[in-house]
């Protein structure tokens, strides 16, 4: 059987055996120890056939492969050559990974706090910033896509290009405790906060209160003044040129910290 020469050099002599833990962290992400507990998180659905006509590539070049392609956003092509497998290999192993994530392990990491770790995130974000209860910080960036034909005018985001909406929530350590990527570009932050499962669920959300200034005042999460105004969710004041100086520092205290902490 004809088979085109493909050279795994650079993973096989370059990477195994001469990359230094900075090189290795740079190219992948992530550190060996946290990418050998992927491995095995993950070795349930990547782990290569038993049987197959050629060498099987193993498990830890198939996680590499995923993690340097997600890591650089190269082309599909260029994140092949340089491991010496076809271009369709690399989509295979992407679709694998990213399907298999969502339906298992992202499920155990990524997920809302409970009573006792929403107070010490909350603990946490008042030292540092000076503002109290609060469990979280929500925000939404664009994901570009190539958009279907039908309905493409619904994916064109405001800047003016195609894409999805994700939302997530970070904690005090940019942790992501929430995530919902299922809207087009065009949707309104409100909206998509109402068709994400953070508040279809939002009545099991921590409700610790605190007493301050006579005020009982629950576990809140902080957006901007795009997201509505609720029980569990606190948002800045719309801009206005009206501000008195009472109006002015909350919305700059907690429009600073959520910027803070999603952009890190």
């Not at 002599?13 to 990418?35: A, C, G």
């Not at 006792?116 to 008042?126: C, H, L, P, Q, Y």
């Amino acid at each position: 059987m004809w088979m085109k020469v493909r050279s795994k050099d650079w993973w096989e002599r370059v990477v195994l055996l001469e990359f230094s833990d900075l090189e290795w962290k740079q190219n992948f992400r992530m550190k060996r120890q946290s990418f050998t507990r992927l491995c095995g998180l993950v070795e349930e659905f990547m782990s290569p056939e038993d049987v197959t006509i050629r060498n099987p590539i193993p498990l830890i070049m198939r996680v590499a492969v995923v993690l340097y392609k997600l890591g650089s956003c190269a082309e599909y092509r260029v994140v092949a050559n340089q491991f010496g497998v076809d271009k369709s290999t690399v989509q295979k192993f992407v679709y694998i990974f990213c399907k298999g994530m969502v339906h298992g392990p992202i499920r155990d990491f990524i997920r809302m706090p409970d009573e006792v770790e929403a107070s010490e995130i909350a603990r946490s974000f008042e030292e540092v910033h000076s503002v109290p209860q609060v469990m979280g910080l929500i925000d939404g960036t664009h994901i570009p896509i190539l958009p279907p034909s039908d309905g493409y005018k619904d994916f064109v985001n405001r800047k003016g290009w195609p894409s999805y909406v994700l939302q997530a929530v970070v904690d005090d350590k940019c942790r992501f405790r929430s995530i919902s990527c299922k809207m087009p570009g065009s949707a309104h932050d409100a909206n998509v906060l109402r068709m994400s499962d953070l508040f279809q669920r939002a009545h099991l959300l921590p409700k610790s209160v605190k007493n301050i200034e006579g005020q009982e005042v629950r576990l809140q999460i902080i957006g901007d003044p795009a997201y509505p105004l609720l029980d569990w969710l606190m948002k800045g004041y719309i801009n206005t040129p009206n501000f008195n100086t009472y109006q002015h520092r909350p919305q700059h205290s907690s429009h600073s910290t959520c910027t803070l902490a999603l952009s890190g």
